[in-house]
Structures are given as structure tokens and as C-alpha cells.
């Protein structure tokens, strides 16, 4: 066996498809999925590009991978009972309270979901899926303002796109190296969702 | 004269700085500016690579007409009258309001602006003064905390997070294709940040 074939031997045993995911989830962050190539994968990985196509088909595939956790885990908090059972207030608190944690829990997976545009089948599959999501949660605000749990003197789609890109963009600016405790950032959101920033004997 | 200098010529005239910029911020936005060659904008544009170096020097040069336009326009916000003077909620108030009008207004400019990274000295500069942009308004919180407008059981810097994620992603669902009336939105942006969305009899 050559030096060489000792090499990539190593590296096919040292990676796994796990690990690669994760190598690329950070090389798409930092220069997108476009400009990524799969030379620059085998590079940051320290493997040759044929041990990367040891592991999987092609670059969408690693794509994919990252991509299709980070839906499965936001898909899995509307089955949660607290998510199905109750008022539609509190489901959405709920909802919206289990985004967040679930964000700081996957959160490179995440913000790079939430960095997808839609150039290929996974990103247009991804861009669907967080489009389903979206109409889950309006249906439950127009709920809650049926119910009069919410006012309904503001545009059901209107706060839906507010909240969800308050809580979406978490993930965006975490990644890039704010510091808040997870725990703060939470009680701070549904706070400011729900109740609003100004002091309540305030005037308006 | 041969045929393919007459329409060399012919792009230099029809194009200019500016309609080349605009033409580069679309294809900034669809597949990221690392990914976008010279040779792409050339083709989108109907010209020659050449008479893309006719008026700029590098593709640089275009993101960064982009993104200073969108940067000036933020800044211009905290030098108007409302922005500096009155109580700090006031202030607040008007400054959220108005960055929203403004995306609005130069909605491709400010989408673009947001999704920046930092890999080029341009980009660098735009995170620098977005944060700068941020620190003002992270200041404002914190003075209307401590006169008691609004309330100061929440992180200073959370709440500045959270608000600032919600309106800066509204350039970036807008592109993609959300409709929502624009005084809609600005409207339903600034109850949900001061009031809330709760039905304020609706017991917590």
C-alpha cells in the first residue's frame, strides 16, 4: 500500500457522514452552499475528495442531511402534547417557547435552514417545509383571535411573519457570536410577544 | 466598426453604474455574492465583461454601492429631528418606524445589506456599522429603562436583539415574495413591540 492509500484510508476511517455534515454545515454558513465545493470539503475535512465520495453522492447531499434534521426536530414540537392540547394561546406560547429551544439546541443546523434560498430540489423541499410550518402557527393566531385571546385588531399575517422573524433570526446572529443566556433570551421573546416592552402605566 | 464592437459599445451606453448595481444585487441576493462572477452580471446584463470594467474597477466596487446606499439611508434616520429629540420611548418609537419605512423604500439595497458576512474588506465595514446602528439604538433601551418607559425586568440587550431581528428580517420575506401592505405591517411591528399581542383582559 502506497503512503498515499494509507492516507485516504485514514481519512475514510476518521470521518464519518455525521462528521462531514458538520465540516460542511460551517463551510455553507461562511461562503454558501453555492460557492462551496466539495474540494473545499475533503480540504477543511484534511481528506482526499474521493474519500468524501466514499461517504455520499454529491454536495446536496450533505445538504440535505444537515437540512432534513433541522425539520425533523422543528416538525417534532407540533406533536408535543402541549402543542395539540389546550387553548390556542397556550399552544402558541408553547410553540413559539420550544422554537427558541430547539434553535439554541440545533443551532447551526437551524441557521442554516433558515439561510436557504431555493436553487435546489433540497433547498426548494426546505423552503416548503418552513412555509408548513408558518401556516400551522397562523392558523392557531387566527384561532386565538377567534377565541379572544389575542387582539385581533392586528393582521393575523402581519405578527405571524413579526414573531417568526424575531425568533427565526436568533439562530443567525447567535452563529455569528452574540452572547445572551439561552434562558434570558427566551422568558425575553415570549415577554415581548405577548405583553410588549412598555412599561404598562406608561401612557400611550 | 465590426458588428460585435457596435454592440459593445452599444451596452456601454445603454447601462450605468447605476443600473448595473441593481442588476448585481439581484444576483447578489439569488446566489450569494462569493458565488456570483463577473461574467454573470455581464451576462445578466446583455454586455461584455469588459464593458462591466468600463465602470467599475472589480466586483466589489457594486456591493459596495449597494450596501453604502442602504447603510447612509439607516444612518440618515438617527440625524432627523424625532430621532434626537423627545423622551427616549419617543425616540424609540420613531427610529423602529422609520427603519421600517426605509426597508420599504430600498428594499433590495437593505436585504442585501443584511445578508453580508464579512468575508471582504466591504463587508466587514457593513457589519461594523450595523452594529453601530445597533449600539445606538442597544443605548436608547437601556435610558428608557432607567426613566421607566418601558420595563426593566427585560435584558437590555435581548430586547434590542429581538426587535432588531424582527424588523430586519422583513427585506428579506418581502423579497421573497410575502404581501403585506406596508402601513399594515409597520403598524402591527409597533403594537406587538410596545403592547404585545395578548388580549390585555385575557388573564397570564
Redesign the interface.
Known sequence: MTQNAKLRRKGRNTHNIESLTQISIDLFM??????TSVEEIAKAAGITKSAIYYHVANKEELLRRAISNAVGKLFEILEEPAATEGTP?TRLEYIFRRLVEVEFDHLKEIALLLRV???SQTERWALEKRREFDRHVQELIVLAQDA????D???A???D??????????P??YY?G?R?PPG??V???L?????????PD?AR
Chains 1, 2 share one sequence.
Not at 148 to 151: A, D, K, L, S, V
Open positions: 461562511n461562503r454558501g452552499y453555492d460557492a394561546l434560498r431555493g436553487g379572544g385571546e389575542i387582539r385588531d392586528l393582521d399575517l402581519a405578527i411573519r413579526l414573531v417568526f422573524g424575531m425568533l427565526t433570526w436568533i443567525e446572529w455569528i452574540h445572551i434570558v433570551l422568558d425575553a421573546a415577554a415581548l410577544i405577548f405583553e410588549g416592552i412598555r412599561q406608561v
